[in-house]
């Protein structure tokens, strides 16, 4: 018999919690095996298990582990790990965030505290999103680029 963290247990039981508040949520982690794991800073998922940090599980109430297991279950569910193709990844994990988190939050979940949400991109696909974003940051960047050349052609 093996021995179980108390991380192990707490998120056995917030699934549990899950499966019976939201139903939606809960039967499509329980597809998910859960792996400890201390090289990630929080939790992931690469669609067939979830990984989490006993350290950041400690840092978590009951009702936003539920909220943090729910947002790691929508990663597979909306099958992000096979679209993000040539994608830069922190870039598509940041737009598929951002497509997650208001669902999560209509749903009546918790989340912790500074988790992407921008009500700009409500009812946006993660790739909607992405090129958004990828757009904006390369009008930012061109446009800082237009105003160091103006500032320089002064001297």
């Known amino acids: 018999m093996r021995h179980e963290t108390p991380a192990t247990v707490r998120i ?31 939790m992931a998922t690469d669609g067939v298990s979830l990984y989490f940090n006993p350290e950041f599980v400690d840092t978590l109430n009951s009702a936003t582990l539920a909220g943090v297991l729910a ?12 679209r993000r193709s040539g994608r830069d990844p922190r870039r598509w994990n940041e737009a598929c965030d951002y497509a997650i988190n208001p669902l999560l939050l209509d749903a009546g979940l918790s989340l912790p ?11 946006m696909s993660a790739e909607q999103i992405y090129n958004l974003r990828e757009t904006e940051a390369q009008q930012q960047s061109s446009g800082q680029g237009a105003e160091n050349e103006a500032a320089g052609a002064g001297t």
């Not at 505290?113 to 009812?123: A, C, K, M, Q």
Request: zero cysteines; a positive charge.
């Open 12 to 42: 056995q039981k917030a699934r549990t919690t899950l499966l019976l508040d939201h139903p939606f949520f809960g039967s499509l982690l329980f597809r998910l095996k859960g792996r400890e794991n201390r090289s990630i800073p929080t």
């Open 71 to 82: 947002h790691e279950v929508m990663h597979p569910a909306l099958q992000h790990h096979v």
């Open 113 to 123: 505290e500074g988790v992407l949400v921008d009500h700009r991109f409500r009812g």
